[in-house]
């Protein structure tokens, strides 16, 4: 709303009717309404940045006024003053009348006023002479203006307060300009604060990434950079600022040159510039006004560490400990104790032990027992993957190293596992051409990709298995012998189970329970006769055949459909180890045949390929014989 006389007119008419309603006397001299002590120190404090805001412009304006005879009142919401600028005489004079800080000058408590108007009706308004309630304020001319927040609401008024006799339209003008200059710069001061509070949120949050994160202008020279990176560059922050940013990456301008073109940098491996350790990964984004590219920020990640988290989700973890092996016979303590031992030590270990001894538990218990627990443990099993894969497998491959690689390459098993454990289960199935390969990554402690010839260093705990005499491979030919003794630096002899005197009962009450559990039924009475032929068989399996064998038990509540081979006392073996002797006794064709697979898997230590080619049978003939029988590998 225009603002002019007959408005001016108006809005002192309303004033005057409500100084008349509240009771404001027109004899009074002094505001009914003043704060003390406490009270005005909460109000100021209160009003703080309002007062800082204000107090320069005030200052200044009182530069212009200087001699003038005019004073400076600033005042809150309601109406009570905050600060007073002006020449001294008059603020002397105003002091005598109790304006001062703390009183109000709202309608209710003075009458009729510039600052208790402009406060009411949102608007600048100057008031003089007999326009004042109160007969003591005749002798003022005040023109006064409302103070808003950057959401457009009421926080004060600022007024300019002389003798009547100076009263001039210009001054309205002032402090309505003063006003301006006040607003503008809490506006301000509010965009600062956000840009500041924002700034401080988004510097908390990438400060505490463990990814190394730094900003360059179009030029090169870092404009920020994260704690992350700092500790991994090992610099300051403070020398690093405004500085080029060549001793970090020599190629950012091939890299800010792509992402010109819309060309995307993203998950690059790549070594960091200088003596810094390990490879890295490495992403750009541009930083753009506009269209144009005006700088980019730079993410680096240790590769290890996201190998390590990837681990961490994909369970490449290792979940057994040393409570989990079941037993109490002197033969299994001695190989826990003895494990417990050498669970720290970073040297090989050689686990031999028949098949279903438990040779990966005994293996994941070592590396939840060291200071390694935390890190990843893989396990490979060296007879299940393909001789033309196991390379790859085990070391990686660069891209394009081979038909069908996965575009960027891929990490091996050793990378993988760096900083942790590696278990190679059946090592004695390990190809010769790549045993060199890892006896060379054991002496070395690096290894280098498939279609690479970078040299990638790898920090891992071994930990091999097998079930055959590696010496007696050896003797054949199949096994190196500088490898063997490189893996046997701490050997382990894992018990079979007939070896461990007593374990048996403890170990099938345990696996009836579990599985019970595992298959929702209850714990199934066990007939003498079925409990007498478990204690009696040799368990050619161990654990994985016992554990087989309850699992059957439980779901047929108590009755089983295997048949234990109990070894003849007469006999040097029972025919369920694959080493029955001649006999005059008659056997069946059903049992000669079982007898004649189990002798052949025992011979070729389980390798189905060799199984199937001595019985002149192809594999899945042989699978299918192994399910009709029962038989248990």
């Known amino acids: 709303m225009a603002y002019n006389e007959k408005l001016h007119n108006e809005m002192i008419k309303k004033s005057h009717e409500r100084s008349t309603y509240y009771g404001v006397e027109k004899e009074r001299v002094i505001s009914t309404k003043i704060l ?54 008059i603020l002397l004079e105003a002091e005598k009348m109790n304006m001062i800080v703390g009183a109000y000058m709202d309608e209710k408590s003075i009458g009729t006023n510039a600052m208790g108007i402009t406060i009411k009706e949102d608007m600048p308004i100057q008031v003089s002479a007999k326009e004042h ?35 001039h339209p210009h001054t309205l003008g002032l402090a309505v300009a003063a006003v301006r200059s006040i607003e503008n710069q809490l506006r301000a001061d509010d965009i600062n604060r956000k840009l500041l509070e924002a700034y401080e949120y988004m510097n908390t949050i990438v400060d505490s990434m463990s990814s190394g994160i730094y900003t360059i202008d179009s030029e090169g020279i870092v404009k920020s950079i994260n704690k992350y990176a700092c500790l991994i560059l090992g610099v300051d922050k403070e020398k690093i600022l405004n500085k080029p940013s060549d001793f970090i990456m020599p190629n950012w301008e091939k890299i800010f040159n792509k992402l010109e073109h819309g060309i995307s940098y993203i998950d690059k491996e790549s070594v960091l510039n200088g003596n810094i350790q390990g490879r890295y990964n490495i992403s750009a984004s541009p930083i753009k006004i506009g269209s144009k590219i005006i700088g980019m920020v730079v993410v680096f990640k240790e590769i290890q560490n996201v190998f390590n988290l990837v681990n961490k989700y994909s369970g490449m973890r290792a979940a057994y400990t040393f409570d989990d092996i079941i037993g109490k016979s002197i033969e299994i303590k001695e190989v826990i104790e003895f494990s417990k031992t050498i669970a720290a030590s970073p040297s090989t270990v050689l686990i031999h032990g028949e098949s279903g001894t438990g040779k990966e538990l005994l293996a994941q218990a070592i590396h939840n027992y060291g200071d390694r627990k935390d890190r990843s443990f893989i396990a490979i099993n060296c007879g299940a993957i393909p ?46 051409d790549m045993q060199v390969r890892l006896l060379r990554v054991l002496q070395e402690g690096y290894v280098t990709r498939v279609g690479g010839n970078k040299i990638i260093p790898v920090d891992v705990r071994v930990i091999a298995a097998t079930n055959k005499d590696l010496e007696e491979e050896i003797k054949k030919g199949t096994f190196r012998e500088d490898l063997y003794y490189r893996l046997r630096v701490i050997p382990i002899k894992l018990p079979s189970l007939r070896e461990r005197k007593g374990d048996l009962d403890i170990l099938i009450k345990y696996y009836l329970i579990v599985k019970a559990g595992k298959l929702n039924k209850p714990v199934p009475f066990i007939g003498k006769d079925v409990i007498d032929n478990m204690l009696a068989y040799n368990w050619p399996g161990n654990i994985r055949e016992l554990e087989n064998y309850i699992e059957n038990l439980v779901n047929l509540n108590g009755k089983t459909t295997f048949n234990l081979r109990i070894e003849d006392k007469d006999e040097n073996k029972s025919c369920s180890t694959g080493n029955c002797e001649e006999s005059n006794e008659i056997h069946t064709i059903r049992e000669m045949e079982i007898d004649l697979i189990y002798k052949c898997i025992k011979k070729h230590n389980g390798n189905m390929s060799r199984v199937a080619k001595t019985l002149g049978i192809g594999r899945n003939t042989l699978y299918s014989k192994i399910k009709k029988y029962n038989i248990l590998i």
């Not at 005040?142 to 457009?152: L, R, T």
């Not at 190293?401 to 990490?411: D, H, L, V």
């Open 36 to 89: 003390k002590g406490k009270d005005i120190e909460f109000n100021i404090k209160k009003n703080n940045i309002l007062i800082k805001t204000a107090v320069p412009v005030m200052n200044t304006l009182q530069e212009i006024l200087q001699g003038s005879g005019f004073f400076i009142v600033l005042t809150d919401d309601e109406g009570c003053i905050l600060n007073t600028v002006g020449d001294s005489d």
């Open 387 to 432: 001789k033309s894969l196991i390379e790859s497998e085990l070391f990686g491959y660069e891209d394009g190293a081979f038909t069908g690689a996965r575009s960027g390459g891929q990490p091996g098993k050793f990378e993988l596992a760096s900083g942790g454990t590696i278990f190679l289960d059946e090592i004695g199935e390990m190809p010769l």
């Open 133 to 167: 309630f109160i007969n003591a304020y005749h002798k003022w001319t005040c023109s006064a203006a409302p103070i808003h927040d950057s959401n457009k609401k009421i926080i004060g008024s600022l007024n300019l307060t002389g003798k009547k006799e100076k009263v």
